[in-house]
């Protein structure tokens, strides 16, 4: 890497975690990384995992995270075409900082909520 290149890098984030959010940050990108922890999975599975998600958000964001090199898309031939997507070892990663902010939500969430319940019966009331 050019000395140019690097110093344009370093004012662009002046710390780690800017660029860290740059690539993971947003409301939907942590969810679709999380979900594909569990293995690969189709656009459609993605989009029923995540609820509230529209199909050109969910594009845009796999789209992104695939140019960073987080997710790589495979492409079946066969009809009706099927796409997969998947961790790559660079996207994995991130599974440890996104387990801590896992347990920190789940901490967050008994402090704030005190029984979870509540919450989850009021999250499947909204995504029915």
């Known amino acids: 890497m050019t ?23 947003g409301k939907w990108k942590p ?34 995270l695939e140019k960073d090199e987080i997710v790589a898309r495979k492409i079946y031939q066969e009809i009706p075409p099927k796409v997969e997507y998947k961790l790559t070892p660079y ?7 996104l387990d801590l902010l896992c347990y920190w939500g789940e901490d967050h969430l008994e402090k704030v909520y005190g029984d979870k319940s509540k919450v989850l019966e009021e999250f499947e009331s909204r995504t029915k």
């Open 91 to 97: 996207g994995w990663g991130l599974k440890p900082a």
């Open 31 to 64: 969810l679709i990384i999380y979900h594909l922890m569990t293995g690969p999975k189709r656009t459609s599975e993605l989009r029923r995992l995540i609820p509230g998600i529209t199909q050109k958000m969910l594009t845009t964001q796999l789209r992104g």
């Open 3 to 25: 000395e140019q290149k690097e110093n344009r890098i370093r004012e662009k984030y002046k710390v780690g975690v800017e660029a860290a959010l740059e690539v993971m940050g």
